[in-house]
């Protein structure tokens, strides 16, 4: 029955949530953001509360005369912020129920959710609590009606000496301080509700708090002007005398009132009792715990060991464990998290159609937000976030091949000794630990899904003391310390904005390794290099050439600075950086990551930034030649780095 329910369930918000999709599209989808949805109708609930309660009088008379002074004689504001709180309220209920029926229909509340599940239940009843609470406040008809039939409701449980309903029966049986009672309940209840949602959210990885810019200024925009053109009302003075007979009702809270005169406060108390048991007993039904029920998780190249507990899926068991991987919407809609499984099963779980083809599930690929571990896997991830930094370690590797790439470019190729990798980001640095204790810094030229091996270009330099080594004695099969990996240059992968690469000599090594990294990674931005170099000889790669070739959003641009007539050089010269700013008219709209000599990164950083590239969109790597400074591992580069001698 259960199952029958969610493939229910399942269907009516699959189609439901395509549709909004080709409305507001799989990031803005607010049926995506259903937790977030009621977090921000909770804080306008607060901040218009508090907004009225300075105006509010808790008294008997002053009740209802101050709200209506709110209502009217402020409209303009004070109207406006009841109106608020009201459709807000409505909003919170709508938004928390369809969150955990869409919990239950995708089958999210089981096995280490229990917990979740159960805070989302309590937090239901304690919003439903507070709303009925603050409907007593404004003291009008509506009001009456509801002190009388709760203290009915009540009644029928045999915990109160004196039946509650005879303090609503006449004029004077209600004081000021039952309203002071009252306004303390509103207060501590959403009090004790933030509690619950903080409590609960945290038990949620990366857990949405608040909707997308565009959505809450949509829904903010919607609750105004439904405050303006149907703002709430009271329902005429209370008068303990007589009885309302026609009375405006809210549904989403007052449901069950009506039920208390047709079938009773007994049956009443029976449906709700019951119905909540059962809400709160379905996490267990039909739980059985079969195997070990967690499977282990490799990550290539992160080199992570993840555990994915029953239920789990990959992306849940990453944000849980610290591992950032990529993802919008998490429910199968935008194809953010798409990944591929290198080894092992899994259960691809429910996601919109076209998001993953079974052509590319026979390629291994899946949806990390929906996919779960039927067995222990090797995947294929990246990560996003720009502040994960690998732990820093010192490692043994041998040199594998030397390649002299041009008369004074090195390019070495370092494999591990033993079976470890050194995990890394795309463009980040090693250093060369010599034996007098001194480092030298080189950027890693390849990218992170080779992680089996590591490759430096290393430019001569007259009296380095490695450089030297590496170009007269060191030969294939010696070994090298190596620590790192160090550095904060590395490719902005959350931006959807044309990519200006840079590279002086062997800087071209750090964008290697980030253009190879982007392609893997199917980054589809327009990449131009810019290769600057002295002579021909110095453009000592014709990869550019081939990725050009290969890459319809891939364009190569080389620049001499000093080409001599016998070069029969017929491309441009200059400074690489005027190159740049020649070709753009406006930086604005551009990502600009440049490496090489300290000289080059500042001559283009101030008039890039003339040209309307923001501050924040220049990404840089500069290199310091160690053996002119008089302490090599303390001279910074333009990011702190001490970088090649």
Not at 412 to 424: Q, T, Y
Not at 487 to 500: A, M, R, T, V, W
Not at 568 to 585: F, I, K, N, P, S
Request: glycine share 10%; proline share 5%; charged share 20%.
């Amino acid at each position: 029955m259960i199952k029958l329910l969610q493939r229910i369930g399942q269907s009516i918000f699959m189609r439901t949530e395509n549709a909004l999709n080709g409305v507001f599209g799989a990031k803005l989808n607010p049926f995506y953001y259903l937790g977030a949805i009621t977090y921000l109708m909770f804080w306008i609930i607060v901040v218009s509360g508090f907004y009225i309660y300075i105006f509010y009088d808790t008294g008997v008379e002053d009740a209802f005369a101050s709200v209506e002074r709110i209502t009217h004689e402020q409209w303009y504001l004070g109207g406006i912020m009841r109106s608020l709180h009201r459709y807000a309220s409505d909003a919170m209920i709508v938004a928390g129920v369809l969150h955990m029926l869409r919990n239950f229909a995708f089958d999210r509340y089981r096995n280490f959710r229990w917990f979740s599940w159960f805070t989302g239940v309590v937090l239901l009843w304690l919003v439903y609590i507070a709303g009925i609470n603050g409907y007593w406040l404004v003291w009008d008809g509506l009001a009456q009606f509801l002190a009388v039939a709760s203290a009915e409701w009540l009644d029928w449980l045999p915990i109160f000496s004196a039946p509650l309903a005879r303090n609503f029966l006449e004029l004077g049986s209600v004081n000021d301080r039952f309203f002071s009672l009252l306004s303390l309940i509103h207060i501590g209840v959403p009090l004790a509700i933030f509690g619950l949602i903080w409590i609960h959210t945290q038990r949620v990885p990366q857990a949405k708090t608040s909707p997308p810019k565009p959505l809450t200024i949509g829904l903010i925009l919607t609750l105004v002007v439904l405050s303006l053109v149907y703002p709430a009302l009271s329902q005429g003075h209370s008068d303990l005398d007589s009885a309302a007979f026609t009375l405006k009702f809210d549904w989403f809270y007052l449901w069950t009132f009506p039920l208390l005169y047709s079938w009773g406060a007994g049956k009443v108390w029976a449906l709700s009792g019951g119905f909540t048991a059962l809400i709160l007993l379905l996490p267990f039904i039909g739980w059985s715990k079969r195997g070990k029920g967690e499977h282990e998780i490799h990550t290539i190249p992160c080199g992570h060991t993840l555990n994915a507990r029953e239920g789990e899926t990959i992306l849940e068991a990453g944000l849980r464990q610290g591992l950032n991987l990529p993802y919008v919407c998490r429910d199968g809609a935008c194809g953010e998290c798409k990944g591929k499984i290198l080894k092992g099963t899994v259960d691809y779980g429910t996601y919109q159609e076209g998001v993953l083809t079974e052509a590319e599930k026979t390629q291994g690929k899946a949806l990390f937000c929906c996919a779960k571990p039927l067995s222990d896997l090797d995947i294929e991830c990246h990560e996003v976030d720009r502040d994960r930094r690998f732990p820093v370690r010192t490692m043994s590797f041998r040199v594998q091949e030397m390649d002299r790439a041009a008369p004074d470019v090195m390019l070495i190729k370092l494999v591990p000794e033993g079976d470890e990798r050194m995990n890394f980001i795309a463009g980040q640095y090693i250093a060369v630990l010599l034996e007098d204790g001194s480092k030298r810094s080189y950027s890693i030229a390849n990218a992170p899904h080779e992680s089996e091996y590591m490759q430096l270009h290393i430019r001569r330099v007259e009296g380095g003391k490695f450089t030297g080594h590496v170009f007269n004695q060191m030969k294939e099969g010696d070994a090298l310390q190596i620590e790192g990996p160090y550095g904060n240059f590395y490719l902005h992968e959350d931006s959807q904005k044309p990519i200006i690469l840079m590279s002086g000599g062997c800087g071209f090594g750090s964008i290697k390794g980030i253009v190879e990294h982007a392609f893997k990674v199917g980054v589809t931005r327009p990449m131009t290099l810019y290769w600057g170099a002295r002579t021909p000889v110095d453009i000592y790669s014709d990869l550019p050439e081939k990725w050009q070739m290969e890459h319809d959003n891939f364009k190569f641009i080389p620049v001499l600075s000093e080409p001599k007539p016998e070069h029969g050089w017929q491309g441009r010269t200059g400074l690489v950086h005027e190159a740049v700013l020649q070709d753009h008219e406006r930086l604005d709209e551009y990502q600009v990551y440049t490496c090489g000599s300290p000289e080059m990164v500042e001559a283009s950083r101030a008039p890039f930034v003339a040209k309307g590239l923001p501050e924040d969109q220049y990404f840089s790597d500069a290199f310091v030649i160690a053996c002119y400074q008089p302490d090599a591992s303390k001279v910074p580069g333009s990011d702190g780095e001490v970088k090649h001698d």
